[in-house]
C-alpha cells in the first residue's frame, strides 16, 4: 500500500544532501552576484536574523539564484537606467521583489527533519517552491548535540525522484495518460516572439516560483522554445542588456548563442545600438565591463576570478542534462502515460514537460501547437492523492 510511505520522515530525503551556502541579508545585490559566480548551484540562502530572539537567532529569508539577480536588473526603469547602482542596492530590494513576482507565495518554507513525508507534500502542494531543512553536522553532534545547525534543499525534483523509487506502489496511476489524469494545465506563462523580451520578466519572476519557463510562441501558438531560470543563470548579468534591446525571438537566438559559447561581434553590436537608441546606456556600460571583468569580486585575486568568471557557463553546462539550448524544450504528447513524462521530466532536469500536439501544418510545415503544460507540482497532486 501507497500509505506505508507516510511512515518516511523528510530526515531520509536529506541523505548526502550538501549545505547550502548562505549569505546575509545585509549583503548587497552586488555582493550576492559576486558569491553567486562562485558557488556551483547557483543559488544562495538569504539568511537574517530574528531580532525577537534574544539568542538572535538566524532565520531563513530566502533563496536568490543569478535568474533573480538578472530579472531585479531588468524590473524597474531606475535600474535599467543604472544598472551598476541597482548593484550597490541592498539584497532585502530584490527579495522583496522576488516576494511580489512571485504573487506573495511562501517561495521558500522551513521544515524540520522530523517531519512526515506527507508534510513535505503538503507545503510543496501549498506554495512553497523549496524546502529548506536544517541538518546537523558532525561537529555539532559531537559538541554535545549542538543547537548549531546547517540548512539543505529540497525541491520538487527531489520529492518526486523519492517516490519515482516506489513507482510501483502507484502503478495503478502510473500507466494512465496525462489527459486521463487531467494534469494538463492551460499556459499562462508564454509570450510572443514579437514581443519585447523584457515583456517577459514578470513571468520570468512567477516561473522562477512555481520552477516552470516561460514559452515563446510562434503567430500560430506553435511552440518556437523557451526563457527559463537555469538559461539566464547560465550567463552573465550583461543578458539583461540583450532583454531590454531584443523581441522575445531574437532573445532566443541570443540564448543559442550563449549556449554554444560565442556571440558575433555584429549581434553584439546590434545590441547596443538598440540600446543607445532607447537611452539605455547604463546598460551598454554594463557590457563593456562585464567584458572586461572590472565587475569582478575584489574578494579573490585577479587571476583566480577571471578564471572562475570565464568558467561560469562552463560549470553550468557540466551540471548535465539540466543545460539545453533554448529551442531544444522538453515536450511529450497529451496520450504520455504520467510515469512516462516522469522519467523524461527527470532525465533532462526540469520540473515541468511541455504538452504539444504535433501533426498539424503551418506555413507549409508541420509544426506542433502548444497545448499545457504538465508540472511536477501537479504530479505531485496525483501521488498526495493516492497516499
Known amino acids: 500500500m501507497a500509505v506505508s510511505l507516510l511512515s518516511h520522515e523528510v530526515s531520509d530525503l536529506c541523505i548526502g544532501k550538501p549545505p547550502v551556502r548562505s549569505l546575509p541579508i545585509t549583503a548587497s545585490v552586488g555582493e550576492a552576484l559576486a558569491a553567486l559566480k562562485r558557488c556551483p548551484d547557483n543559488e ?3 539568511v537574517g536574523t530574528d531580532r525577537l530572539s534574544s539568542s ?3 532565520v531563513i529569508a530566502g533563496k536568490v539564484g543569478l535568474a533573480d539577480v538578472i530579472c531585479y536588473l531588468c524590473s524597474s526603469d531606475d535600474n535599467l537606467v543604472d544598472p551598476l547602482g541597482a548593484l550597490n542596492k541592498p539584497l532585502s530590494d530584490l527579495l522583496l521583489l522576488k516576494e511580489i513576482g512571485g504573487s506573495g507565495r511562501a517561495i521558500v518554507c522551513q521544515i524540520e527533519p522530523r517531519a512526515s513525508l506527507f508534510k513535505a507534500i503538503d507545503e510543496i502542494l501549498d506554495g512553497a517552491g523549496t524546502l529548506v ?3 546537523h553536522s558532525r561537529a555539532s553532534w559531537r559538541k554535545h548535540h549542538s543547537t548549531t545547525a546547517e540548512f539543505c534543499w529540497l525541491t520538487h525534483e527531489d520529492l518526486i525522484r523519492y517516490l519515482l523509487g516506489s513507482i510501483s506502489l502507484f502503478s495503478h496511476v502510473a500507466t494512465l495518460s496525462i489527459s486521463s489524469l487531467i494534469l494538463i494545465r492551460p499556459i499562462t506563462l508564454s509570450i510572443s516572439q514579437h514581443e519585447p523580451a523584457i515583456s517577459a520578466i514578470p513571468l520570468l519572476q512567477q516561473a522562477i516560483s512555481n ?5 515563446v510562441l510562434s503567430d500560430n501558438g506553435c511552440l518556437l522554445g523557451e526563457i527559463s531560470p537555469p538559461q539566464l543563470s547560465s550567463c552573465d548579468e550583461s543578458v539583461a542588456a540583450a532583454i531590454a534591446a531584443l523581441s522575445a525571438g531574437e532573445f532566443l537566438s541570443y540564448l543559442e548563442y550563449q549556449y554554444h559559447g560565442f556571440l558575433p561581434e555584429s549581434f553584439s553590436n546590434f545590441i547596443k545600438t538598440r540600446l543607445k537608441e532607447d537611452g539605455l546606456t547604463g546598460l551598454m556600460n554594463l557590457m563593456e565591463e562585464v567584458s572586461s571583468g572590472s565587475l569582478l569580486s575584489s ?5 583566480e576570478e577571471s578564471v572562475q568568471h570565464k568558467g561560469h557557463l562552463g560549470r553550468t553546462m557540466s551540471r548535465g542534462y539540466g543545460r539545453r539550448s533554448p529551442v531544444e524544450v522538453v515536450a511529450c504528447s497529451p496520450e504520455s502515460s504520467l510515469v512516462a513524462v516522469i522519467v523524461q521530466a527527470i532525465a533532462h532536469r526540469v520540473g515541468y514537460v511541455w504538452v504539444v500536439d504535433g501533426g498539424e501544418e503551418f506555413g507549409g510545415q508541420d509544426e506542433e501547437k502548444l497545448v499545457g503544460i504538465v508540472t511536477f ?4 497532486k496525483v501521488f498526495r492523492e493516492q497516499l
Open 299 to 303: 574578494g579573490s585575486s585577479s587571476d
Open 377 to 380: 507540482s501537479d504530479i505531485l
Open 211 to 215: 520552477g516552470t519557463s516561460v514559452a
Open 44 to 46: 544562495l540562502c538569504i
Open 56 to 58: 538572535e537567532k538566524k
Open 133 to 135: 531543512v536544517p541538518i
